[in-house]
């Protein structure tokens, strides 16, 4: 079955508190995974793409095919990291896949 | 930049009552998903479409139907609506000709029937 699990809907940190949000998977073939950002009042936004091997706003996200897992990363967290992230994993046809999502994890930076 | 755009932004039904959403897609790009976000959930994938034709169907009830027009723009008409529909829908866009496309989401239409 095709499965996204992030196990932790809220995650409460203090700015320049390294930050994990988990994210595991479950597909039978080669995944394409993606961190979805969705602040607030504002639309869900790509952050990170596996296969793109960047760091966007310091945030790194490593596949682990062993693991299934693709963890979001960030040694220091920023008041402004404050959002709703989604882990989302692409399947169907290469040009025109759906998105599986998970359920979302609320990123809490406190001052 | 140009953005995909949803309208409504906020819709109120009854029960039984139909409803129409709109998605247009950034310009250029021909392929168009749908996802529904029901309250304290993730977004689900209802139906997608590439050069309009359906390309991909998710868990869209039988109650509901979309189409992707000549100009691009998608409509998801919604009927004898109920309770259990009340949710955010998503639409995004990607040039689904291109294998590293990134789909880009509209604002969504919050969709209450009550």
């Known amino acids: 079955a095709q499965r996204v699990t992030q196990p932790e809907k809220l995650l409460s940190v203090f700015k320049g508190a390294p930050v994990e949000l988990k994210c595991n998977y479950s597909y039978s073939g080669s995944p394409e995974l993606f961190w979805y950002v969705q602040y607030s009042r504002q639309r869900l936004q790509l952050l990170l793409r596996h296969i793109s091997r960047e760091s966007i706003k310091g945030f790194t996200a490593d596949l682990n095919k062993g693991e299934t897992s693709f963890h979001l990363k960030k040694p220091f967290a920023q008041e402004e990291d404050s959002a709703m992230y989604y882990c989302?994993?692409?399947?169907?046809?290469?040009?025109?896949?759906?998105?599986?999502f998970g359920q979302g994890t609320t990123l809490q930076v406190k001052p | 930049a140009a953005g995909v755009i949803q309208s409504p932004r906020h819709l109120i039904k009854e029960k039984r009552e139909t409803a129409t959403l709109k998605c247009y897609p950034i310009?250029?790009?021909?392929?168009v998903y749908w996802y529904q976000q029901g309250p304290g959930q993730d977004p689900q994938f209802l139906i997608s479409f590439y050069e309009k034709m359906q390309s991909d169907k998710g868990s869209i009830p039988d109650r509901f139907s979309a189409q992707q027009f000549s100009d691009y723009h998608s409509e998801l008409n919604m009927s004898s609506l109920e309770l259990g529909d009340s949710a955010l829908y998503f639409c995004?866009?990607?040039?689904?000709?291109?294998?590293?496309?990134?789909?880009?989401f509209g604002p969504g239409t919050r969709l209450t029937v009550l």
């Open positions: 995004a866009s990607s040039l689904g000709g291109w294998s590293l496309d990134e789909q880009f």
């Open positions: 310009p250029r790009h021909d392929t």
């Open positions: 989302a994993l692409k399947t169907g046809s290469s040009n025109t896949g759906k998105l599986i």
